[in-house]
């Protein structure tokens, strides 16, 4: 299992200056950008336009996470805008199915997302409709949260379900990333990591990101 990504997380960076801010983590596999339409999570981001320049000057690919209701609705036109990979979560889509195929048929990566207290279980032979998984590790909403260790057990089922189905499914881990918890998420099984306050709340972002790449090596 190739444990290749570091994804920062834009969350914690500073929006007034975001084509500096995705400068810094130009050594980042990808940059997470966190979507929230204060109703699926109590919070508000930012949304398509803004994508879309995000899009236009990031040095590395995006990785949308859409905390939004009615996924079936509004993601797909992140997938149109050219998105590198786009995350639906489960429990805001009515066909998860279909939405994963629609994200596919245009061009994007598609990636679906678990709450804490989603079982992985319903979702086991859908699986190889996704590119990606994502495990949420705290709470979806805030940045600066503290990591769940009750996430773990997921993240080795549904490690241990797709090295068994041989489908090739990256799971990823978000929500108090650090260079302890990064361990622990990477020996259970996932192998792409959002990391938004042990990046952006370092004085060093790329040295940061090194720091969490080897960690999470180990
Ligand atoms: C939380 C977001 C995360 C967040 C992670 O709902 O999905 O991507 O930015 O922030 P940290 O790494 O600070 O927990
Ligand atoms: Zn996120």
């Not at 990606?132 to 993240?155: A, R, W």
Request: glycine letters at 8%.
């Amino acid at each position: 299992m190739s444990q290749c990504c570091i994804n920062p997380s834009i969350l914690s960076a500073d929006f007034v200056n975001l084509e500096a801010e995705l400068q810094r983590i130009s050594n980042a596999d990808a940059v997470h950008v966190d979507v929230m339409d204060n109703h699926f999570v109590p919070n508000l981001t930012l949304g398509l336009p803004v994508v879309e320049r995000i899009q236009a000057v990031s040095p590395v690919p995006l990785d949308a996470h859409l905390m939004i209701s009615d996924a079936d609705r509004w993601a797909p036109a992140y997938a149109d805008a050219g998105v590198a990979s786009v995350t639906f979560h489960a429990e805001a889509a009515m066909a998860p199915v279909k939405l994963a195929r629609e994200l596919r048929a245009r061009g994007a990566k598609a990636g679906m997302a678990l709450r804490p207290a989603t079982p992985v279980e319903p979702y086991l032979d859908m699986l190889s409709e996704l590119d990606m998984l994502l495990i949420m590790t705290v709470e979806p909403g805030f940045g600066g949260q503290s990591f769940l260790d009750i996430t773990l057990p997921k993240i080795r089922r549904a490690r241990a379900a797709i090295d068994g189905s041989g489908i090739g499914v990256a799971i990823q881990v978000d929500g108090g990333i650090t260079e302890e918890t990064i361990v622990r998420a990477a020996e259970a099984g996932a192998n792409v990591f959002v990391a938004g306050s042990a990046v952006y709340g370092h004085q060093d972002p790329a040295k940061a990101i090194d720091r969490l790449r080897s960690a999470g090596q180990a």
